[in-house]
Each structure stands twice: as structure tokens, then as C-alpha cells.
């Protein structure tokens, strides 16, 4: 589930744990471009609406919380 807390972003942490993967995998699907990121300074960032758009696109419902 994507969170729709007005945050416009998550920290791969966060996304980690929203999509169940360990940090490190995440961190690497992120450097695949698995992931859609934004970076921002040092901080790699996830645009919530990017990753709403790129699950909802696996055919499945993505309910907000």
C-alpha cells in the first residue's frame, strides 16, 4: 500500500519497507532504475506518485492509505 500522508516523497527506507525488501535490495533496485528516484543533494528520494504509477501498472489496484 502507498501511503498518502501529503509527503511527495519516501526515503528508500521507507520504500524498503512499504514493498517488503531489505534496504540494501532496494537501494539496488534503485541504482537499476527499478525504482524511480529523484536525487536531491545526497539523498535519494521516491516520488510517491512515480512509485503509484509504476505498481499501478503491474495490473494490480494500489489502495492508499
Known sequence: MVRDDGNLT??????????GLGRNSC???A???DIPTVIIGRRILVP??????MLAETGRPVPVQ
Open 10 to 19: 519516501l526515503t528508500i527506507s521507507e520504500t524498503a519497507k512499504l514493498l
Open 27 to 29: 537501494y539496488e533496485a
Open 31 to 33: 541504482r537499476r532504475g
Open 48 to 53: 510517491v506518485e512515480a512509485l503509484k504509477r
